[in-house]
Each structure stands twice: as C-alpha cells, then as structure tokens.
C-alpha cells in the first residue's frame, strides 16, 4: 500500500513521543514501548505491509521535524525507537498468524486423511487449502530412510520443484506419519509422476506409493489408505520398484480378502517344505526366486547365488517333498499363489 493508504490511526500519539523523547533525551517508558508494539500488531492483523508503515512514520517524523526540540540526532534516535517497538509487535502478529495458520492446516489434514470430520465441512475448509473436494483425488506416498517434517529440507525441497514446473494446479503437499504425501487431481498424474521422480531422487533412494483416483469428498483418504497398503505390500513381498501404483498390485488384496482360505493353501502346498534340512525359508526363496525370473532356470540361479545344478536338486526335492512340480504349468499357478501367500502372510517365520 501506498504511505497515504496508512491510516492515522497506526500512528496514534506518535508526534507526542517524538516531541518529548528528543527533547529530553529519555528513552521511551515501557508503556509507551507496548503502545507502539500493540499498533504494530494491529497493522498486521489488518493486512497492511510493513514497508509502508515504515514509510508512513518516516513521513509523519519529517511533518514533525521543524517543530520538534532537541538535535537531529535526538529526533532520530527516538524515531528507531519508535519504529523498533512498531516492527517487533508487527512481527509477532506475523508469528503467531504463521503458527495458527500451520495448526488449521494440520488439522485439516489429519481429519482430511483420517475421515474425521464432517464431509461438508471438510469440503468447505479444503477450498481454503486449493483443493475441490467434488472432484477425484489421488494420493501419492513416499517414505526414506528417515521420518520427514513440513518444515525439513527434503519435504521443502520437493515442493519447490513441484511449484516450479506445475504452479498452483490444486496441489497439497504434506507430511504425515514421517511420510511426504502429494494430493492432486485425479486427471492430473503427471503431477503425481513428477512428484514420485523428485521424492525418490531426494530420499536417495525412498519408496512412492500412488493410490488410484476416488471421487468425492471422501476419495482422498481412501487414495491415501491405498498407497499405505501398497507401500505395505511392497515391503513384505521384497518389491523393489522405487514407484508403486495400487492399480497395478490389485490381485494382492484379492488374494488376501479371505485370510483364512489363504492361510490354508500356504498349509497345504508348502507346509511339507518344513521337513527339509534348513526348514522351509530356503525352498521358498527358491521359488520365489524361479517364479519372478519366469521360470527360467539360469536366471533363478544367478538371483540366488547358486549353480543351475543345486538350483535344479532344490526343485526336485520340493517336488518330491509337495508332490507338485514347478516346472508343470498344471501345478505352477497353485505353487505360485500359495508362495504370494506365504510372502503376504510371513511364513514359515509366523505360525498360521
């Protein structure tokens, strides 16, 4: 704002002070020093800039000048003063309008995320926050190998790629449970791809998760509980892929939807594995290792650090001790599932 938008009142008594501080020499009375302090957070509170406040005092001190007493480093002297105590309490308005402005933005994500609050409500307060909670969303998580803050270098980092190349475009972008988290769009995924590139270049190395788009209010947290579940997923089936979509692991929670019948298939096809010298963890990595190589023999062996020959003896003995052979299409697909099972459920290290 220009110095003549500034209204008087901001620079209530202002004169008076000037008078008698560079007359006397005194330095300004703690009441005074609060007065100056209580208009400076006035100003704030009401939007004006801090430059044109200083500019406002600095016009009001030379309109007082030819009739103040005392030298011009006296009038000065009050003038910093003045100013120093009106900048302080402009300062801590700011302060505290950051910090309540921070608390209303992480309860609005918790309830946001946890589907706490009332879905009209939330749909109101998340206009505040750039996001139309009418439309599809979708949810993209990335973890490291440590716990991130809204305020740490690697969150504050991603961000400004992210507003750099795409602008405002309804994106949030937070942290939750050490995790960074991207809100956007459901029509926007090259957002959520850009997203994923830079937080697993600045994680060195970290894991994104994207959930799938939902509509209404609601689909936000459901995106997020997919991309949780999917980050679940990939770290107890030894996924290795830095960026997961749930879109692409759906047969996972087909599979796992009834718990119990996939408990039983894990007993039933691969308990015997647990007669062999070792227990079953060995024969499993075998086969785990043979059906993510395609079947192929060699490259099962290069996976597992063994010979084509002791990987070969390890598919006969399981054969031997399942009565189902790997190799067989007809028996692969049980095999194969019940080892997803296995993968899914922690056997042999957790009891069924």
């Given at each position: 704002m220009a110095e003549q938008d500034v209204p008087g009142d901001y620079l209530d008594g202002y004169a008076e002070i000037l008078t008698e501080v560079s007359a006397t020499g005194r330095r300004l009375t703690r009441d005074e020093i609060e007065s100056r302090r209580t208009l400076g957070e006035r100003a704030a509170d009401a939007g004006f800039g801090l430059r044109a406040l200083v500019g406002a005092h600095l016009a009001a001190t030379r309109a007082a000048w030819p009739g103040a007493p005392g030298s011009a480093d006296s009038v000065l002297a009050a003038m910093q003063q003045v100013v120093d105590a009106f900048a302080e309490g402009y300062e801590r308005a700011q302060r505290l309008a950051v910090r309540q402005e921070e608390a209303a933005r992480r309860e609005f994500i918790d309830d946001l995320l946890y589907g706490r609050s009332d879905l009209g409500r939330l749909a109101e307060r998340a206009e505040r926050f750039g996001l139309r909670l009418s439309h599809a969303h979708a949810v993209a998580v990335a973890e490291g190998p440590a716990a991130y803050d809204e305020g740490d270098p690697v969150p504050r980092h991603v961000e400004q790629s992210l507003i750099s190349r795409f602008g405002d475009r309804s994106i949030l972008l937070t942290t939750k449970d050490g995790r960074m988290l991207c809100i956007a769009p459901g029509d926007q995924d090259q957002v959520l791809t850009a997203f994923a590139k830079q937080a697993y270049a600045a994680t060195d190395g970290g894991r994104v998760a994207i959930g799938r788009a939902q509509p209404g209010p609601g689909g936000v947290v459901q995106s997020y509980e997919e991309a949780l579940n999917t980050l679940d997923l990939?770290?107890?089936?030894?996924?290795?892929?830095?960026?997961?979509?749930?879109?692409?692991?759906?047969?996972?929670?087909?599979?796992?939807?009834?718990?119990?019948?996939?408990?039983?298939?894990?007993?039933?096809?691969?308990?015997?594995?647990?007669?062999?010298?070792?227990?079953?963890?060995?024969?499993?990595?075998?086969?785990?290792?043979?059906?993510?190589?395609?079947?192929?023999?060699?490259?099962?062996?290069?996976?597992?650090?063994?010979?084509?020959?002791?990987?070969?003896?390890?598919?006969?003995?399981?054969?031997?001790?399942?009565?189902?052979?790997?190799?067989?299409?007809?028996?692969?697909?049980?095999?194969?599932?019940?080892?997803?099972?296995?993968?899914?459920?922690?056997?042999?290290?957790?009891?069924?």
């Open positions: 990939a770290s107890r089936l030894g996924l290795d892929d830095p960026v997961l979509r749930a879109a692409d692991l759906l047969v996972y929670p087909v599979l796992t939807r009834d718990r119990q019948a996939m408990a039983d298939l894990v007993r039933e096809a691969l308990g015997p594995l647990g007669a062999a010298r070792g227990g079953a963890a060995p024969l499993i990595d075998t086969l785990t290792a043979y059906f993510d190589s395609g079947c192929v023999a060699a490259e099962a062996a290069r996976r597992l650090s063994l010979s084509v020959r002791a990987l070969t003896y390890r598919l006969e003995r399981i054969h031997k001790l399942t009565g189902a052979n790997p190799a067989d299409p007809a028996h692969r697909y049980m095999l194969q599932t019940a080892v997803i099972g296995a993968r899914l459920l922690d056997w042999p290290a957790k009891a069924l």
